[in-house]
């Protein structure tokens, strides 16, 4: 399958979503005894527009469906889903992207809805255009340009030019001292291309991973606190997560500590900052300017900004990269029940499901689900080929192989044990 989702839905249906008709589902919910000789079909909506092109492909075995009470999984990007209206038979969410603020992802954790984003798949879009950030903001590139368009009908532009030139005179960022809050996929990626670049580069993460800490150029000096990396500063940048920690963590005391003049650049989440305190600065003139990826009705009406149209991931490289990534995880998942990725249920995996029935139980992560889970299998004389269980946070996550199919009143059982989420049947 390769085209995009709303010329998929046209051609099954052309009067609209009611008559869409759907050939056997994958066996989630239900068991079919002959489902061997049958094609097992996997619907998705997709909510947004994945990549420009509208080109995402699933392979073989799928269908793009226009109604989410018809889809098995949803593909998506920024789309707010607080306070939509979840179908029932969703069980797998692919966030093509890092940023997971736009989707109740513990909510649906305890409704048995993995939710997948694709961490990493679009950060070097997003580190080259900090980087124009940054130069934009040190340099009169826009206004000399703006100057040049607006001059366009002197005949002698080229002298005048000469003259106009000392109005866009910068400064150079080589030397300079750059701020990174946040050091994940997003923020090593732009301290090391600082480094890169000849600046005295500081980074703040508390909570590090290992692997963006090896990732990090040895020059990239760590500091403690958010005030020791604000101090003296002449560029900070943001590359952190909206969550209550990171909410409003750029406020007037974390501004007054930067150097006169210094250039703010977010392009985290309009959360991060508080807004009021950033227009001040801009005022004060204590920011010559603020980069920012999120147009809201306060950043649009401060002076000095450079506002962009969340436009970070904004490439057909990062576009690709985080369908491709978001598309395989919920593949792996809809088919086999693995999970990598997950920001509401550990990574699992078993492997292709090969044995002849395969069950993943999702359930909240508290004392003897696994008794349970196995003393209803001894009921039904289930022979347990293989059972992996994993847990992460309030959540958790048990899939086993058996030698025969469960009968369905194994499975109603299953469904029935208290902080049980949901049961999927997958092989
Ligand atoms: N503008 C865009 O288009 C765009 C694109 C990608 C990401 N983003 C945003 O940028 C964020 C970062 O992206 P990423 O891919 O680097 O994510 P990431 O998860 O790889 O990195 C986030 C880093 O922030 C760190 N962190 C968490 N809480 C912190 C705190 N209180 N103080 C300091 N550091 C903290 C984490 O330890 C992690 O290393 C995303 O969550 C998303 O909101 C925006
Ligand atoms: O989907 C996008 O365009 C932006 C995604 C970005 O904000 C992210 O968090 O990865």
Redesign the pocket.
């Known amino acids: 399958m390769m085209e995009s989702a709303a010329n998929s839905a046209r051609k099954r249906d052309p009067v609209g979503p009611s008559v869409v008709r759907r050939a056997v589902r994958a066996p989630d919910l239900i068991i079919h005894p002959k489902r061997k000789s049958r094609t097992i079909m996997r619907y998705i909506k997709t909510i947004?527009d994945i990549t420009k092109d509208g080109a995402i492909d699933f392979g073989a075995g799928y269908e793009f469906v226009e109604r989410a009470e018809d889809a098995d999984a949803i593909l998506m990007?920024?789309t707010d889903l607080h306070g939509y209206d979840l179908p029932e038979g969703i069980r797998a969410i692919g966030?093509?992207?890092?940023?997971?603020n736009n989707i109740p992802i513990e909510e649906y954790a305890r409704r048995g809805v993995v939710v997948f984003?694709?961490p990493g798949?679009?950060s070097n879009a997003?580190k080259e255009i900090v980087l124009a950030m940054m130069i934009m903001s040190s340099r009169g590139i826009v206004q000399a340009m703006q100057w040049v368009r607006a001059n366009a009908d002197d005949p002698d532009i080229l002298t005048s030019a000469e003259k106009a030139k000392k109005a866009f005179v910068g400064r150079e960022i080589r030397g300079k001292r750059i701020g990174v809050v946040g050091l994940g996929n997003v923020g090593s990626k732009v301290a090391n291309a600082c480094v890169e670049l000849g600046m005295d580069v500081y980074g703040y993460d508390p909570f590090i991973s290992v692997e963006h800490a090896w990732a990090l150029n040895r020059e990239v000096q760590r500091v403690g606190t958010l005030e020791d990396l604000c101090r003296g500063c002449d560029y900070l940048t943001l590359h952190v997560?909206s969550k209550a920690d990171t909410v409003g963590m750029i406020s007037t005391e974390q501004l007054a500590l930067l150097a006169p003049g210094a250039v703010l650049i977010n392009f985290?989440?309009e959360t991060i900052i508080d807004e009021d305190a950033v227009a001040a600065a801009l005022e004060a003139g204590k920011l010559s300017w603020f980069a920012c990826?999120f147009a809201t009705p306060k950043t649009v009406r401060m002076p000095r900004t450079f506002i962009t149209t969340?436009?970070?991931?904004?490439t057909e490289e990062?576009?690709a990269n985080?369908a491709d990534m978001a598309i395989s995880e919920l593949k792996d998942y809809l088919e086999n029940g693995n999970i990598a990725h997950s920001v509401n249920y550990p990574a699992c995996s078993m492997g292709k499901a090969r044995a002849a029935s395969r069950i993943a139980c999702l359930h909240a992560n508290v004392p003897n689900m696994i008794g349970q889970i196995t003393a209803i299998l001894a009921k039904d004389n289930a022979n347990v080929q293989r059972m992996v269980n994993e847990s992460a946070g309030e959540n958790a996550y048990t899939m086993f192989d058996t030698d025969e199919h469960l009968d369905r009143a194994t499975i109603e059982a299953l469904k029935q044990i208290p902080s049980m989420y949901r049961v999927r049947v997958i092989k």
């Not at 966030?95 to 997971?100: H, M």
């Open positions: 947004d990007r920024s966030r093509c992207g890092a940023g997971v984003n694709s798949a679009n997003v997560p985290a989440r990826d969340h436009s970070g991931a904004g990062a576009e985080c």
